[in-house]
């Protein structure tokens, strides 16, 4: 397998349920990020890694955490989500974090609160 | 306050004609840009990109062009193809350590055959 996968491709919870997004990326990268897209409106960088260590944390609700374990793997934990939580989430990785490094991304998590 | 805008939320052309992308930023700082295509249900891949030290890239039919005292970024596909039906990200950044990239809200190109 090449590039990056996310698992699951669509997710419905409600609000009081825990769950987890997963990212792999098969690139050899050392950086890894979650984003976070909702409609129409521009992807916003949510956390960054690199090598394993978090770097960023762009004013993220504490209702959301992440995981690095490796380089290849990023998780996202999800617990007592609001519904303005629904939207697309995507992992991406680069070589180096230089933003200069063009971002591979994953396919996304289709997330829908009820 | 949005410091990277694509005003145009869709954009129609048809097959074998010139598409121009619009993308405008606000930070003189920004010296790194870069475009993106997203098809449904799919990521966004990496198209083109251009440093600020140019003011033209050219990648097969994409070429992007860069007037810094305008602050703005156009991307143009000659000639479109139905494959190039997607939405087009413009996103910038600040060179060196700075990772983070600032998103446009996207334009969505329609092809029509």
């Known amino acids: 397998e090449t590039g990056v996968t996310q698992t699951p491709r669509h997710l419905v919870m409600g609000m009081t349920n825990k769950k987890s997004l997963k990212c792999e990326q098969h690139l050899g990268h050392n950086a890894m990020y979650w984003y976070k897209q909702s409609a129409k409106k521009p992807l916003e960088l949510m956390f960054v890694?690199?090598?394993?260590?978090?770097?960023e944390n762009n004013s993220v609700p504490s209702r959301f955490s992440p995981e690095c374990p490796n380089s290849s793997h990023l998780f996202l934990h999800l617990h007592t989500l609001q519904p303005e939580d629904s939207a697309l989430y995507l992992c991406?990785?680069?070589?180096?974090?230089?933003?200069?490094?063009?971002?591979?991304f994953g396919d996304g998590t289709r997330l829908s609160i009820l | 306050d949005q410091q990277v805008k694509q005003n145009s939320p869709s954009l129609s052309v048809q097959e074998g004609r010139i598409s121009i992308l619009n993308c405008d930023y606000t930070?003189?700082?920004?010296?790194?840009f870069l475009w993106y295509k997203k098809y449904p249900a799919e990521g966004p891949t990496f198209l083109i990109s251009?440093?600020?030290i140019k003011d033209k890239n050219e990648d097969g039919r994409f070429t992007v062009f860069l007037n810094k005292s305008a602050k703005h970024l156009s991307l143009h596909i000659v000639p479109s193809q139905p494959g190039d039906s997607a939405v087009y990200f413009c996103?910038?950044?600040?060179?060196?350590?700075?990772?983070?990239?600032?998103w446009g809200a996207g334009t969505k190109l329609i092809i029509k055959p």
């Open positions: 991406a990785s680069s070589q180096g974090t230089g933003g200069r490094q063009p971002q591979h």
């Open positions: 996103a910038a950044s600040v060179g060196g350590s700075n990772y983070q990239l600032i």
């Open positions: 890694y690199n090598f394993k260590e978090q770097t």
């Open positions: 251009i440093s600020s």
């Open positions: 930070n003189s700082m920004f010296d790194y």
